[in-house]
């Protein structure tokens, strides 16, 4: 079966000379939700970028990324939404319905998925309301929403749940949980990791350390170390012979583990 999403080799050094990426190389599978972590400047926002096309690969290196099996610019954008960390990057019509709707009028949908998008993320009521005088957690929302109004198949989100409340942490993860397409989750919330993301891969200084299920990386606490994590708080009251949840059966965990780069 075709991957979701497909990279291979992929390297990229910006103007400046700044190697941001050292032959990067994963698959993702379509449905699986996938964590990416990493310290500062591990290169996950850059590699995101490049999955739909944000940062130009160079001509010779087309085949790096593929969606689908397809590596067309294009479609790399009709396929896989974005969602930017600072919402106000992604947020500038009046009100919440233009915001929402101005991509799908660009791909000639219909106000119906604005509807959809809008009830999706708990919005309903919201359309005349001015963006800029959301909270930050209804912002985000409303970006998200504007994303699935587009119809992708693949979500790519860096720092969702950054400088939200607590409550605006659990609602944003409920409405994840939610959204049936494949999903590459780019940050620092460790515990939203293992709360959503069976598989996680770990970037340090633009290459992939290791890739492999989620509670069990998570938890070697000197490879966290080693790369400027730590151990998420969640699992430090995991009792080791405890049940497990769902979704941790789910992923197998006892019958897997993660492969070290």
């Known amino acids: ?10 390297s990229y050094r910006y103007p400046d000379g700044r190697e941001a990426l050292r032959d990067v190389s994963f698959t993702v ?23 739909n096309g944000i940062l130009p690969e160079h001509p010779e290196k087309q085949s790096a990324v593929r969606i689908f099996g397809e590596t067309d610019v294009e479609f790399r954008r009709r396929a896989v939404g974005f969602l930017f960390q600072d919402p106000d990057d992604q947020l500038f ?47 985000r929302r409303v970006c998200l929403a504007g994303v699935l109004a587009c ?51 770990l970037l340090d200084a633009g290459r992939v350390v290791c890739d492999g299920l989620t509670l069990e990386i998570l938890n070697d606490e000197p490879l966290m170390l080693a ?7 969640i699992l430090l009251h995991r009792h080791p012979h405890g ?14 583990s993660h492969r070290q780069v």
């Open 93 to 139: 019509c009046p009100t919440v319905w233009e915001d929402v709707a101005f991509g799908p009028k660009q791909l000639g949908l219909g106000d119906d998925v604005v509807r959809e998008a809008l009830a999706c993320m708990g919005l309903t009521g919201f359309e005349t309301r001015a963006p800029h005088h959301l909270s930050h957690g209804e912002k």
């Open 151 to 201: 119809r992708p198949r693949i979500l790519v989100l860096d720092e969702p749940t950054s400088d939200l409340d607590p409550r605006g942490r659990r609602e944003l993860k409920a409405y994840l949980r939610k959204i049936p397409v494949t999903k590459l989750i780019a940050t620092h919330d460790l515990e939203m990791v293992v709360e959503l993301c069976p598989r996680v891969i």
């Open 227 to 233: 790369h400027g994590l730590e151990r998420p708080h």
């Open 243 to 256: 049940p497990a949840r769902p979704h941790e059966l789910a992923a197998g965990v006892n019958s897997a």
């Open 1 to 10: 079966m075709t991957p979701a999403i497909e990279v291979c080799h992929l």
């Open 29 to 51: 599978a379509e449905g699986e939700c996938v964590g990416l972590v990493g310290p500062n400047g591990a290169g996950k926002s850059t590699l995101l970028q490049h999955l």
